[in-house]
């Protein structure tokens, strides 16, 4: 069996999905592994170095064509899927249901597509769960970001020449990109608060020393089985907007993350909010990706609004920590990896809840239902 390890052609993308720990623990598990020239060149490993973890360097061509296994962190380009053969596996952040067009390439060519993004949120499958890894870090670098840009310092500092009060940081979306936000907030010395419309969140918040926002949903499900946000009716959409403008105004940053997968990330931060803002305030939306949740968001760029609030709509944050991201990103996509090889072979039981909830397709059949339905939506459309 043959795992590929490719280099990332998306702009700006800096990880590398597997790193030479895996390549060790693949090989020896008898899976031959084979590299493309210059992989790991934004996280410090040369070519060399994958070859003394016992790595093959192949071209990029002879890589897509002859391997079982291709290990990405992003769904690679169009020429790149017109090169798979029947039965070829994909594995990496393939964006299924944002954009299931991009892979209709690969399933043509009959490929078994794996992505990371559906891996069951359930115990067994921690281990692999690349979302929870890279959101960790994305929660950490918005809070340095907006703690740089930020005209004022974050903790209150009693000096000689009088007292600084701390900076309040306002976390819209507790999971694992808020929390790591609001811990990396509170370690700076910020007062942050935080709102989400899960109810679990708000025990996780106050154990982080951050106060926690209520807003009556009206005993709405909130919740789904996964542990994710459900889609709001617009009047409960509408109580957190409400909410979020009231808190915006004495805030000096807001850190927005709130996600409900496989939609556009909900608008939260109204333009209003923003325009009662103090100048030299600080958003970043980490939903950017998704659409944002502030409406003045513009993804990818960071504006300064005409009243002095600098927003920040970063798409790729993980990619800025290339060697712990890639890290973390090749230890839960081996563990993946490691469910789909027996006596290094291919092996892949899709009786197996996890490989089952991630695989997207399989030998060329769509397998997962949302995603199918959502290219049957665009057939029908187009
Ligand atoms: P996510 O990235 O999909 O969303 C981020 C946050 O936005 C969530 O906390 C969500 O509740 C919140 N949100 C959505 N709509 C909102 C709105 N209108 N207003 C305010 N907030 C809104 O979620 P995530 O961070 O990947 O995961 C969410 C939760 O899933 C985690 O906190 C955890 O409890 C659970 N989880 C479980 C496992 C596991 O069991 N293996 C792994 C990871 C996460």
Do not use: W
Request: charged share 20%; with cysteine; net charge negative.
């Amino acid at each position: 069996m043959r795992v590929a390890i490719l280099r990332e052609t998306q702009p700006g993308e800096t990880r590398v999905a597997l790193v030479t720990d895996a390549v060790k623990t693949l090989v020896s598990q008898k899976v031959e592994v084979g590299v493309e020239p210059g992989a790991g060149a934004h996280v410090g490993i040369s070519d060399a170095d994958y070859e003394a973890a016992g790595a093959g360097i192949v071209d990029r061509a002879s890589l897509l064509a002859d391997a079982d296994v291709i290990a990405a962190v992003n769904c690679p380009r169009v020429e790149d899927l017109d090169r798979l053969h029947k039965g070829s596996v994909l594995v990496g952040f393939l964006r299924p249901l944002d954009e299931p067009a991009a892979l209709v390439p690969a399933i043509h060519r009959g490929a078994t597509l794996f992505s990371m993004e559906l891996v069951p949120r359930i115990t067994r499958a921690q281990a692999m769960d690349t979302l929870s890894s890279m959101a960790t870090i994305a929660g950490y670098k918005a809070a340095l970001i907006a703690a740089d840009n930020l005209p004022r310092m974050f903790p209150l500092l009693m000096t000689a020449a009088g007292t600084v009060p701390p900076a309040k940081v306002f976390v819209i979306g507790a999971g694992v990109a808020g929390l790591q936000a609001i811990a990396t907030a509170r370690r700076l010395g910020a007062v942050v608060e935080a709102y989400d419309v899960r109810a679990a969140a708000s025990e996780q918040v106050r154990s982080l020393g951050a106060k926690f926002l209520e807003v009556d949903l009206g005993g709405l499900e909130t919740e789904d089985k996964g542990g994710y946000a459900r889609e709001l009716t617009e009047e409960a959409l509408n109580r957190g907007r409400d909410l979020i403008t009231k808190t915006a105004k004495t805030s000096d940053v807001i850190i927005t993350t709130a996600q409900v997968p496989g939609r556009r990330a909900p608008l939260l931060i109204r333009r209003e909010a923003v325009e009662n803002m103090r100048s030299g305030s600080i958003i970043i939306d980490l939903a950017a990706l998704n659409g944002g949740n502030c409406e003045l968001t513009q993804p990818g760029e960071t504006v300064t609004t005409p009243n002095g609030v600098t927003i920040f709509a970063p798409l790729n944050l993980p990619a800025t920590v290339p060697v712990h991201a890639s890290q973390l990103y090749s230890r839960n996509m081996t563990n993946l990896l490691k469910l789909m090889i027996k006596n290094g072979a291919l092996n892949l039981d899709m009786n197996d809840e996890i490989i089952q909830g991630t695989c997207v397709a399989y030998e060329g059949q769509v397998v997962n239902q949302r995603v199918a339905a959502a290219l049957e939506t665009r057939a029908t459309r187009s």
